[in-house]
């Protein structure tokens, strides 16, 4: 059986690796910040917090390699260089058979 050596050097004093007990004693933070903070705090803490929004189901996702100048001058337009690359494209569609 091989053994599995520590760096020396990653060794967090504290906060050591958890134990089959530490596991065992472990409670829910919903729990743990409702009796160590003011309940205002706690509840704040623990209220979902908004994801990302939704997109309209329409968009695929891809890689994409630009010429350098080619990003850069989108990206230094702003916010939404990746909608106006897109809306660019489909411009290009409307001239052009891709095929």
Known sequence: ?????????????ENPEWTAGDFKKARPASKVLREI?????????????????????TKSSTTLRFDSDILAAFKAT???WQTRINNALRDWLKEHNPA
């Open 1 to 13: 059986m091989a053994t599995h050596k520590i760096n020396p050097t990653l060794i967090d004093e």
């Open 78 to 80: 702003g916010k939404g």
């Open 37 to 57: 903070l003011p309940a205002r705090a706690a509840e704040k803490m623990l209220a979902p917090k908004p994801g990302r929004v939704l997109g309209s189901g």
